[in-house]
């Protein structure tokens, strides 16, 4: 339990310590720029859809389709505005993972994989979580997507993507989504709109929306 609790915090830390970076242009290089990590090379323009995308040393950070005044939507944000995502966008990372870390439930979206249907989030049972953070395995990644506290991972009929989904202090529903595109890891964090209540829908069409764009940036 003891251990579980200092990894939350560690990686809570980070991911603080991250977006409060972000929020500086001198702590990276800020779009347009060219970057690769692990096999995605792609290139990030300077677009209202990727405000503040920024390359720092430990990967992209970029808060995507945020509504800057909230009541407009950015261009090529059809997919993800209200009331699946709030003003705010989806804080989005891409990194390269640590060598040698073996994935499992963590993938890439299957070419044949479809959307599943609107209902509940399917929990992943206890016994197929990585919580071993020194075995080079997935449970950093894992740990990533469970900010909010817990030990509650979710994904859906088809697999894809892994969630970590809770509420905040006000019953609030928000997620985080991973996933991998050619090698890299992509997580995925945000809030619907209040009252919104997540479904397996929902967050496959996010994950697939941030999955898309990486793709076209990429092409």
């Known amino acids: 339990m003891i251990h579980k609790l200092l990894v939350r915090l560690s990686v809570c830390f980070l991911l603080l310590w991250e977006a409060a970076c972000g929020r500086s242009e001198s702590s990276g290089t800020t779009a347009p720029f060219t970057a690769t990590y692990a096999n995605l090379s792609i290139h990030v323009p300077a677009r209202a859809d990727l405000f503040q995308a920024t390359n720092h040393d430990f990967g992209l950070m ?12 950015p261009p090529l944000c059809e997919d993800l505005s209200s009331p699946l995502v709030s003003e705010n966008g989806i804080l989005t990372y891409v990194k390269e993972p640590k060598a040698g870390t073996k994935f499992n439930l963590i993938t890439e979206r299957a070419a044949e ?11 992943i049972a206890g016994d197929e979580i990585d919580t071993d953070i020194l075995a080079g395995g997935e449970a950093y990644y894992l740990s990533r997507l469970n900010m909010g506290g817990g030990d509650h991972w979710y994904t859906t009929a088809e697999g894809w993507p892994v969630a970590g989904c809770n509420r905040d202090q006000r019953g609030q529903h928000f997620c985080s989504v991973g996933f991998l595109r050619a090698g890299a890891f992509i997580e ?10 997540l479904t397996q829908l929902d967050i496959w069409l996010v994950a697939t929306a941030i999955d898309n764009k990486v793709l076209e940036l990429a092409e």
């Open 62 to 73: 970029v808060r995507v389709c945020k509504r800057d005044p909230p009541e407009v939507s």
């Open 113 to 123: 994989a479809i959307s599943p249907a609107s209902i509940p989030l399917l929990p």
């Open 188 to 197: 995925a964090h945000w809030f619907p709109e209040s009252g919104v209540e």
